[in-house]
C-alpha cells in the first residue's frame, strides 16, 4: 500500500496549492483544457487545450528552508501539439483540439508522451539541453558555412555551457487510420505497442512503425443503418499486455484476450447491469452511455463513469458492479432542460487514488467529487478562485433540491452548467490532485501538519 494514501477521506483535509491559467472573464475557445495527465512519477503533470498546445509542469524541489512545503509545479515546456486540418477528401476540417495524453514510463534522461487530437496520434520526445557544441571547422559561430580558402587549420569542437533549454521534438507521427474520431488512446504494459480507439474500430501500433496498424476491434455493421451503439472508451490492463476493454454508449463493457483471435470481435466477457423497468425514461439510454473506463492499479477491477453515475465492476463478476456512487442524482430532474442545453452530453472522466482507495470525477458548477471505498463517505468540492487563498481549506459543497435551503447549501436551480470539471488527474503516490476548470489548473494537495 502507498503511505499516505490509506487515510480514510474525512481525515483528509484538502487544501488549496496553485491555480494555472487567467482569470475567466472572456475565455477563448483554444484556451479551455481538454485532458490532464501525471506521469508514473508524478514529477511532470502534463495538460493539452482546445488549441492543440501541450504544456507541461514539472515539480520543483523542496525547499531546505520550509520542509513542510511541499514542491510546487511549475511550467517546464510548452509546444504545439497539433495543427488544425482540412481533409479535401470529406471536406471536413480536423480540429487542433487534444483529445487525450499518456506518458510512457522513462527509461532515460528525455520524458515520452502520446498525444492525439480527433485523427492523428504523435508521440512527442521532451528532452534538456544544458550545453552546445562550438568551434565548428566548416561553419561560424553563427552556423554559416565559411569559405574553404580560408580554412588553414582544423580545430576540435569544444561543449560550452548555456542555459537550460527544454526541446519537445515528434519523434513518431501515426496518422491515417481512423475514419472516426479517436477518443482514447492506451500504451500497453509492454511499452511496445499501444492502442487507439474510435467510435467503431480500435487499432493496435507498434512504436516503432509509424504506416501501418493492425485493426483489433470493428463493430462497424455492413450497413450503417443497423448502427446501434459506438465505442465510447477503451484501456489496457496494467499488467496483462494480452488484454483491454472497450466501453460503448449502451452502457456495457467487454473484455477481450488478444490471445483468442487477431480481430476480438468475439469478447471474453461481458459486463452489463440489468436495466430497472421502474427507472426507464426517454433519457435512459443517454445517460446510460459510458463516458470513461479505466483499470484500477492492481488490475482487479474496472471503474465506468456515466452521466449520473460512477460505477466498480469485479472482473470476476459480469452481472452487475459491486459498487455504484451516485455523482449527482439531484439532476434527475432536470434532465429534460440538461438535453436541450446539451448537456446532457458532456463526457466526464473519472480517476482512481494511487490505492484504488478512493475514486474521483467531475459535476456541474465547478464541483468535483470523491468517494471514499472503504467507509462509503464522499464529499463534494469545488475548484473556484474565491477561496484559492495559499494552504486554504477547501469546505465542502451541499446541493439541496427542494424546501429550505441551509446558509451553506447551493440550490440545484442556481448550478451552473457552464462550468464543468470534466478532466481530473490523481498523483500516482501521493495526495496531489489536478483539477481542470475550463482554461484553469487548479493543484490541490492534503494538509499536512
Known amino acids: ?8 477521506m474525512q481525515d483528509i483535509l484538502w487544501c488549496f496549492s496553485q491555480v494555472k491559467g487567467t482569470i475567466d472573464t472572456g475565455v477563448i475557445e483554444a484556451d479551455i483544457i481538454s485532458t490532464v495527465e501525471f506521469n ?27 520542509p513542510h512545503r511541499r514542491g510546487e509545479y511549475n511550467v517546464y515546456s510548452t509546444f504545439q501539439s497539433h495543427e488544425p486540418e482540412f481533409d479535401y477528401l470529406k471536406s471536413l476540417e480536423i480540429e487542433e483540439k487534444i483529445n487525450k495524453i499518456r ?18 496520434v504523435k508521440l512527442w520526445k521532451v528532452s534538456e539541453r544544458d550545453k552546445r557544441p562550438e568551434g565548428y571547422n566548416l561553419k561560424d559561430e553563427d552556423g554559416r558555412i565559411r569559405d574553404p580558402t580560408t580554412i588553414t587549420t582544423l580545430r576540435v569542437p569544444v561543449l560550452r555551457p ?22 482514447s488512446i492506451s500504451v500497453n504494459s509492454d511499452y511496445e505497442t499501444y492502442m487507439s480507439a474510435d467510435d467503431l474500430r480500435i487499432n493496435l501500433w507498434n512504436f516503432e512503425i509509424t504506416n501501418q496498424s493492425f485493426n483489433i476491434v470493428d463493430i462497424k455493421p455492413a450497413n450503417m443503418e443497423e448502427l446501434t451503439e459506438v465505442i465510447t472508451a477503451a484501456e489496457f490492463h496494467p499488467h496483462h ?28 466477457k461481458f459486463f452489463e447491469e440489468p436495466e430497472d423497468p421502474s427507472n426507464r425514461s426517454f433519457f435512459s439510454e443517454i445517460i446510460s452511455s459510458i463516458s470513461d473506463v479505466k483499470f484500477s492499479h492492481t488490475g482487479r477491477y474496472i471503474m465506468t ?47 482512481w487514488n494511487g490505492s484504488d482507495s478512493v475514486i474521483m470525477t467531475g459535476s456541474y458548477n465547478n464541483f468535483f467529487r470523491m468517494f471514499d471505498r472503504n467507509t462509503k463517505r464522499d464529499v463534494t468540492l469545488e475548484a473556484s478562485r474565491e477561496n484559492s487563498k495559499p494552504r486554504a481549506i477547501l469546505k ?22 457552464s462550468k464543468k470539471i470534466l ?25 499536512v501538519n
Open 40 to 66: 508514473h512519477t508524478g514529477e511532470l503533470l502534463a495538460t493539452g487545450d482546445k488549441g492543440g498546445r501541450v504544456v507541461i509542469f514539472q515539480r520543483e524541489q523542496e525547499s531546505k528552508n520550509q
Open 162 to 183: 548555456m542555459d537550460l533549454m527544454v526541446e519537445a521534438t515528434p519523434r513518431r507521427v501515426f496518422a491515417n487510420a481512423h475514419t472516426y474520431h479517436i477518443n
Open 305 to 351: 463513469r456515466d452521466y449520473l453515475t460512477v460505477k466498480v465492476w469485479d472482473l470476476n463478476m459480469e452481472n452487475r458492479p459491486i459498487e455504484t456512487y451516485q455523482v449527482h442524482d439531484y439532476l434527475r430532474s432536470k434532465l429534460c432542460s440538461l438535453y436541450e442545453n446539451d448537456c446532457i452530453f458532456d463526457k466526464f472522466e473519472c480517476v
Open 103 to 120: 506518458w510512457l514510463p522513462q527509461q532515460n534522461a528525455a520524458y515520452f508522451l502520446l498525444s492525439t487530437n480527433d485523427k492523428t
Open 241 to 268: 499486455c494480452n488484454t483491454f476493454v472497450y466501453s460503448s454508449s449502451k452502457g456495457t463493457i467487454r473484455l477481450c484476450d488478444m490471445r483468442t483471435s487477431a480481430l476480438c470481435d468475439r469478447h471474453s
Open 1 to 8: 500500500m502507498i503511505s499516505g494514501l490509506e487515510n480514510l
Open 423 to 447: 478532466h481530473t488527474a490523481w498523483h500516482p503516490s501521493e495526495n496531489i490532485i489536478a483539477v481542470a476548470a475550463t482554461n484553469n489548473l487548479y493543484i490541490f494537495q492534503d494538509k
Open 396 to 417: 465542502p459543497r451541499k446541493v439541496c433540491v427542494g424546501g429550505k435551503r441551509r446558509k451553506d447549501e447551493i440550490s440545484v436551480d442556481s448550478l451552473d452548467f
